[in-house]
């Protein structure tokens, strides 16, 4: 069985790093591309990053791109997310995704979220 | 343009047929998936590719597409198909790689 599993949220002030961690299991993440959803409060989803299995970056969405970085542990299943000069309207709940193939299609599987916060 | 446009909110009978639609540019050249959230909850993947369903969800899912629009379609709506749809794609442009519709929340009344 899949399972994704985030971890590393919590409530930061705007300029402030954080990292998220995204712990997998019931399959490589190597073997297939990993990506980070993020949802607002009360808003929809918003794709932030990708990475294709052999470590290529997928890309960033517009609104990360330069201060988010997504990255992966083959040894610990592990996907992270580095979110650097943080801002309020980063806050949100971050989903980690599997996609269903090693390039990138569409996501099969979804952690259930890890809530970032952004607030002086 | 590089977006996914659904209608905001959709209301069906129970046992009724209730029709989702998403329109997009990218929708020419690229499937559409369609992702069910409930609250609190994570997205899951409900339809993919060309009408294709994951294991596990129903059959009175289905999808389709013409031109630059896709549709999910759920014949004999149930109390639990209540919750936000997304549609998504990869987009044709390349500037923002996926993209996710605004949602359509679903009723069943």
């Known amino acids: 069985e899949v399972l994704l599993v985030e971890s590393g949220g919590g409530s930061v002030q705007p300029g402030w790093s954080l990292r998220l961690s995204c712990a997998a299991s019931?399959?490589?993440?190597?073997?297939?591309?990993m990506h980070w959803v993020r949802q607002s409060p009360g808003k929809g989803l918003e794709w932030v990053g990708g990475?294709?299995?052999?470590?290529?970056?997928?890309g960033y969405g517009d609104s990360v791109r330069g201060r988010f970085t997504v990255s992966r542990d083959d040894a610990k299943n592990s996907l992270y997310l580095q979110m650097d000069s943080l801002r309020p309207e980063d806050t949100a709940v971050y989903f980690c995704?599997?996609?269903?193939?090693?390039?990138?299609?569409?996501?099969?599987?979804w952690g259930q979220g890890a809530l970032v916060t952004v607030s002086s | 343009s590089s977006e996914l446009t659904q209608d905001p909110a959709v209301s069906v009978a129970l046992g009724q047929t209730m029709r989702i639609t998403c329109r997009g540019d990218?929708?020419?050249?690229?499937?559409a998936t369609w992702y069910q959230q409930k609250p609190g909850q994570a997205p899951v993947l409900v339809m993919y590719?060309?009408?294709k369903r994951p294991s596990g969800i129903p059959d009175r899912f289905s999808g389709s597409s013409s031109g630059n629009t896709a549709s999910l379609t759920i014949t004999g709506a149930q109390a639990e198909d209540e919750g936000d749809y997304y549609c998504?794609?990869?987009?044709?442009?390349?500037?923002?790689?996926?993209?996710f519709g605004g949602g359509t929340k679903v009723t069943v009344l």
């Open positions: 995704a599997k996609d269903v193939s090693p390039g990138g299609d569409y996501f099969d599987s």
């Open positions: 019931g399959f490589k993440i190597g073997d297939y591309a």
């Open positions: 990475l294709n299995w052999d470590r290529g970056s997928i």
């Open positions: 990218s929708l020419t050249t690229h499937y």
């Open positions: 590719g060309k009408n």
């Open positions: 998504s794609s990869r987009d044709s442009s390349g500037i923002h790689l996926w993209m």
